[in-house]
């Protein structure tokens, strides 16, 4: 049973940092390219960033390219989101998913975790 599991979300102030964790098992995770995706209520799911499997190539959106960073830990199973000098439109739920091809539309993705809201108050 795959198994995705984000951490890391929370509160804070503009201006301010983040990292999110996601966890994953139940999947051979370095064939995987995993992604970030964000979710603000009413709207559709944004893709934020991702990295491949094998040569960890990373994928932004334009939008955030130099203040998020997606790495990776192969051993650990896990993705991670570093997010710098966050913005209250930043406010979002945030989504890993795995899928073994990279995309930036979510509709490709096979898995999914949960979520971990990220609130950032101006």
């Known amino acids: 049973q795959v198994q995705l599991v984000e951490s890391g979300g929370g509160l804070v102030q503009a201006g301010g940092s983040l990292r999110l964790s996601c966890k994953t098992s139940?999947?051979?995770?370095?064939?995987?390219?995993m992604g970030w995706f964000r979710q603000a209520p009413g709207k559709e799911h944004e893709f934020v960033a991702a990295?491949?499997?094998?040569?960890?190539?990373?994928y932004y959106a334009d939008s955030l390219k130099g203040r998020f960073t997606i790495s990776r830990d192969n051993a650990k199973n896990t993705v991670y989101l570093q997010m710098n000098s966050l913005k209250p439109e930043d406010t979002s739920i945030y989504y890993c998913?795995?899928?073994?091809?990279?995309?930036?539309?979510?509709?490709?993705?096979?898995?999914w975790g949960q979520g971990t809201q990220v609130t950032v108050s101006s």
């Open positions: 998913a795995a899928d073994p091809n990279y995309s930036s539309d979510p509709a490709s993705y096979d898995y």
């Open positions: 139940g999947l051979t995770f370095n064939t995987y390219t």
């Open positions: 990295i491949s499997g094998g040569d960890r190539t990373t």
